[in-house]
Nanobody
């Protein structure tokens, strides 16, 4: 079993930055591909970014490309999402997720484990 705990959400003005972190339990973290999803009220939970087990392959949704950066530290069992140039439309609950797939997917159905979520609110 893998447990994921997110931190780092909060309230920020448009144009600002936040860094989300996700701490994973267990000794299998380096075997897991990781993803960040977000869900705004009344909307689906959509992929934001993912990263493979070794950290050399990443994917970003078009809406965040060039502004967000996903990274991982297998020695510390953590994955992070650096969010810059935040916009009000980035407001959502952000979820950390993990999958056993070698190539991480882009849909929530492809992920095996989820964190509890952390709220990010961007005001203009």
């Amino acid at each position: 079993q893998v447990q994921l705990v997110e931190s780092g959400g909060g309230l920020v003005q448009a144009g600002g930055s936040l860094r989300l972190s996700c701490a994973a339990s267990g000794r299998t973290f380096s075997n897991l591909a990781m993803g960040w999803f977000r869900q705004a009220p009344g909307k689906e939970r959509d992929i934001v970014a993912n990263i493979n087990w070794i950290g050399d392959t990443t994917y970003y949704a078009d809406s965040v490309k060039g502004r967000f950066t996903i990274s991982r530290d297998n020695a510390k069992n953590t994955v992070s999402l650096q969010m810059n140039s935040l916009k009000p439309e980035d407001t959502a609950v952000y979820y950390c997720s993990a999958t056993w797939r070698v190539v991480p997917g882009r849909t929530k159905a492809e992920y095996n484990y989820w964190g509890q979520g952390t709220q990010v609110t961007v005001f203009s």
